[in-house]
């Protein structure tokens, strides 16, 4: 009798046992084919029954948490180095297959990031998409795309899933990122993540937190306002980084890159302030420090938005990829987006692993006017100045104190640029591809990166 009683109660007890086992979930970016971050302390985390333990088993390792009263839980695997052996990691009676170790980068912004490789009608083809389809087999590239959410409400988690690089599958990648991700795994050989969450359209506040607009007393009620409107939607200040930035923190990556620059989502804040507050806004609230942060220089639009856009180099462990040259006059969207892919990989790899070789191409420096003329200089001339194809520099103006500019010649000498125009003979500024689509721009470095558009004065 006693025996049947005891196999009585725990036939009683194993529905509730299943079902705590079941409430036990992990993050959405924790699933299939994902890439954990080499080298940090490992942040994994989900939701319980409050009070639950919950184990987690990754390469030898076995860490244990429990559910707080939200029945939140998080943990950390200790730092691992990276690895393209296929692991599975267990919680619970959960199993996540074919998990490896290498870098994860945030790939942000809006339509130039968003616009995946495949065909997006009615934007223009990526240029010779149908190849770069057909040849993209990269099994240690994994691509994981955050569906857009803009819920007034924060939500929990976000929509999405990992996806292993292949023809079949990269048609869907951002292809910015992909370009990117691409030179990376080729040069380092170790599993690459892209952790992919833009949108078309959006401004850069949308992107950045409430705490960090609540930090400017412009924007305040304003941002008060338009948070209390009963319809929000992607253009809403602060709604994508609540919804499709927040509940990824805080994954472990190696740090991100950024396409972004038409808008600063309607608040009235200069672009290159805003963007400065997100960057910084991004690192605190992911807590890793002053990671990499990459960003695209606009190949379209307006000479004042890339210079603010600039600015942005004044933080540290930042670096810009220069695409004047690839800008298309008909369209802000573009159809060359691997050498804007390529630009930023060569950033990352000489700024962030240490490879030998330029990473940008040359910025303005100083200016000093010599009689009739001005003489530049550049950093980042990468081993001298060139013309790319061999004809007169172009796209230099030069004005006197009317402010009326006018083209002017320009020659290299070495590293330095001397500009004139007969007349001017006492010249007091000079700018060199101030307008939206630089057609024809020549002015590089040997390592064949173009130079940043520039002014010397602030009229």
């Known amino acids: 009798m006693k025996n049947a009683l005891t196999l009585l109660a725990a036939l009683l007890l194993a529905p509730q046992a299943v079902l705590q086992s079941a409430e036990v979930k992990l993050a959405a970016v924790f699933s299939d084919h994902m890439v954990l971050q080499r080298e940090k302390p490992v942040p994994v985390w989900g939701w319980a029954n409050a009070g639950e333990k919950v184990t987690v088993e990754f390469a030898g390792q076995a860490k244990t948490a429990t559910a707080d009263e939200s029945g939140k839980w998080q943990l950390k695997l200790d730092a691992m ?32 990031m968003e616009r995946q490789l495949g065909p997006r009608p009615p934007q223009p083809l990526i240029l010779n998409w149908e190849q770069e389809v057909a040849a993209a087999n990269f099994p240690l590239i994994r691509h994981f795309g955050v569906a857009h959410k803009a819920d007034k409400e924060p939500p929990r988690d976000v929509v999405g899933r990992w996806e ?59 941002l008060e306002t338009e948070l209390s409107q009963p319809k929000i939607g992607s253009k809403t200040p602060t709604i994508l980084f609540q919804n499709m930035i927040a509940p990824l923190l805080p994954f472990g990556i190696k740090g991100a890159i950024w396409f972004q620059g038409e808008s600063g989502a309607g608040l009235p804040v200069a672009y290159d302030k805003i963007f400065q507050i997100m960057i910084t806004d991004w690192r605190r609230h992911w807590g ?36 004047i040259d690839v800008g298309d006059p008909k369209d802000v969207h573009g159809p060359n987006k691997a050498p804007i892919g390529q630009r930023l990989a060569r950033l990352a790899l000489v700024q962030t692993y240490g490879r030998t070789g330029e990473s940008s ?78 057609v024809g721009c020549n002015l590089f470095n040997k390592a064949g990166l173009p130079t940043a558009p520039f002014r010397t004065d602030d009229w």
Not at 199 to 215: C, E, F, I, K, P
Not at 372 to 390: A, E, P
């Open 288 to 323: 890793l420090g002053d990671f990499p942060f990459y960003f695209v220089q606009l190949p379209a639009g307006s000479p004042a938005t890339r210079e603010a856009q600039a600015r942005a180099l004044r933080l540290p462990n930042t670096g810009m990829a220069i695409t």
């Open 164 to 222: 292993i690089c292949s023809p079949q599958t990269v048609k869907e990648f951002t292809a910015v990122g992909y370009f990117f991700g691409r030179e990376l795994e080729r040069e380092l050989k170790i599993p690459i993540g892209l952790l992919h969450s833009s949108w078309g359209g959006t401004g850069v506040a949308t992107w950045t937190s409430r705490d960090a607009l609540d930090g400017l007393p412009e924007v305040k009620a304003q």
């Open 361 to 438: 191409g040359p910025l303005f420096q100083s200016a000093a006017i010599e009689g009739s003329s001005i003489r530049v200089k550049f950093s980042h001339t990468g081993g001298g100045l060139v013309s790319n194809d061999g004809a007169a520099l172009k796209h230099f103006t030069i004005a006197a104190e009317d402010r009326k500019f006018v083209p002017a010649d320009a020659r290299i000498e070495g590293e330095e640029v001397v500009i004139n125009c007969p007349g001017i003979p006492k010249p007091a500024a000079v700018r060199y591809a101030w307008v939206g689509v630089p």
């Open 81 to 112: 180095p990276a690895s393209t052996e296929p692991r599975p990691l267990k919680t619970n009676q959960l199993v996540i297959a074919d998990v490896l170790v290498g870098d994860v980068w945030v790939c942000g912004g809006q339509s130039n």
